[in-house]
């Protein structure tokens, strides 16, 4: 005996209402997608749920893929077998002893679709939990809130036997949202925004400012090594190196140094919003966290913000430091980013950064300076990497993957 399907619930997709077919579509194709080294399994979907048909193929290892897929709510292993009470004793036992945890309680819910079917729902259940109980030690009925609650329904075809529900990732499904640009400086924080921003179905290409010699070939490494922790959310990402040197220098040159932050903040912005243009992205995904450092208070980002009106949107912006970190942790990103390679922001911190710096000023400051043919050439000398689990190149602009 072993699972044939599982069940796969949608959660948030489930509060949609004319557009929905459009969402379970995209997540339909991202789990094909995902499944590709399974040529057994089979994939159908109905408006509330979807199942995987396994045909053979290892549950679990399923179900592990599955389980990082955004717009997945719950996962749950299922078993079909026949109207036989012998046979369903057999499978409820087996679901029980297939459980990654081991419960201290459980119910038997049963229904009956069939009317036919010739033992009623307290007889099923009664049947199949003794049966459980005699193989089983230390196990206990909970019929108002047990750990594990197995869910029998009859049905004119079969019956259906299913209980342990798995977490999904949650959110919208990849790409459901539009495009976005993720400033990717090799910290802590952008890898965990460019995470949430994925998780409300955004799809991500990443852009980092590169400034040799003053910033070495290692933390270039450590944000292509970023980038991949990040594809293996999508299979296959985008990112855009920058080469930040000549205009970095000019700042530290033409602008004053407490301004030189701030300065180097906007045309960042302005190159990553020519960027975003010419992927016909919509938005620009920052890490940045309400008052954190001198650049990311809110006087600060006022001054800054003015340089495009293109969307700017920070996932941490409430977030503790302690928090982002713990979830950097759970996604294998804070290794990466606790190398002691720096970046270009911290290799030309000033001594004393303005907290409050003010518009007029910046830009009176920036008004003695050409930057527009520096920013053109940025964007032209860019570099674009395709990342992915399988290769770390430079390539074409990557396929859609989805």
Not at 318 to 335: G, H, N, V
Request: aromatic share 8%; hydrophobic share 35%; glycine share 6%.
């Amino acid at each position: 005996m072993e699972f044939d399907h599982i069940i796969i619930r949608y959660g948030e997709i489930s509060t949609k209402k004319r557009n929905r077919k459009r969402f379970v579509d995209k997540m339909k194709n991202n789990i094909k997608w995902v499944l590709r080294d399974f040529p057994n399994a089979a994939l159908s979907a109905s408006r509330e749920r979807m199942y995987v048909i396994l045909n053979g193929e290892n549950h679990n290892e399923i179900i592990e893929r599955l389980r990082g897929i955004f717009g997945i709510q719950s996962l749950s292993p299922a078993l079909k077998v026949n109207k036989d009470l012998d046979e369903m004793k057999k499978a409820a036992l087996y679901y029980y002893r297939q459980l990654s945890e081991t419960p201290g309680t459980f119910k038997i819910s049963a229904k009956r679709s069939d009317k036919d079917f010739p033992y009623s729902t307290d007889e099923i259940n009664h049947e199949l939990g003794g049966h459980i109980l005699r193989n089983s030690e230390g196990l206990k009925v909970d019929v108002k809130n047990p750990d594990f609650n197995l869910r029998v329904e009859a049905r004119k075809e079969a019956v259906y036997l299913t209980g342990e529900i798995i977490r999904g990732a949650g959110g919208l499904p990849l790409g459901s949202s539009g495009k976005a640009m993720l400033m990717l400086s090799g910290g802590i924080d952008s890898p965990v925004a460019g995470y949430f921003s994925m998780k409300r179905g955004l799809e991500i290409e990443c852009i980092h400012f590169y400034s040799p010699p003053f910033t070495s070939e290692r933390s270039r490494q450590k944000v292509i090594d970023l980038t991949e922790k990040l594809s293996e959310l999508s299979g296959g990402m985008k990112l855009h190196i920058v080469p930040f040197t000549d205009i970095q220098l000019l700042i530290q040159k033409q602008i004053p140094e407490n301004y030189t932050m701030t300065s180097t903040r906007r045309l960042m912005l302005r190159i990553a919003d020519k960027i975003r243009e010419k992927n016909d992205a919509m938005a620009i995904v920052t890490g940045e966290s309400l008052g954190q450092v001198a650049s990311q208070t809110l006087n600060s980002m006022f001054a800054i913000n003015e340089v495009t009106n293109t969307p700017i949107l920070r996932p941490l912006i409430t977030m503790d430091k302690t928090d982002i970190i713990d979830i950097a942790r759970e996604l294998d990103t804070l290794e990466i980013s606790n190398r002691p390679y720096e970046d270009c922001c911290t290799v030309f911190t000033p001594a004393a950064p303005k907290t409050k710096p003010q518009r007029e000023k910046v830009n009176f400051y920036e008004s003695f300076v050409d930057f527009d043919s520096l920013i053109e050439k940025a964007v032209e000398n860019t570099e674009t990497l395709t990342i992915s689990r399988q290769s770390k190149k430079a390539e074409d602009p990557v396929d859609d993957l989805f």
